[in-house]
């Protein structure tokens, strides 16, 4: 909703959001080794938000929030 909220453009927004869908739609399923695909998307998120953020596209704080959240998902999955 943070991301959707911005100012980026729509397909900042998708390229931001995509690996998050694609990421919560892997934990959802019940395969085995789901988990570690779905770290492998919130690491491709983060490079998208670091990317952006040295574009000048976010801010330091929205870099910073989101990068966190993301982190904080992968402490939660135990991701490497």
């Excluded at 397909?11 to 690996?19: D, Q, Y």
């Amino acid at each position: 909703n943070t991301i959707n909220t911005s100012s980026l453009s729509a397909g900042e927004k998708t390229s931001l959001t995509a690996p998050l869908i694609e990421a919560r739609n892997r934990l959802n399923d019940d395969i085995p080794n789901n988990d570690v695909t779905a770290c492998s998307l919130l690491n491709a998120f983060i490079q998208q938000v670091e990317a952006k953020h040295q574009a000048g596209l976010l801010t330091d704080q929205q870099a910073t929030d989101w990068t966190q959240a993301a982190q904080a998902i992968k402490t939660a999955l135990g991701c490497s």
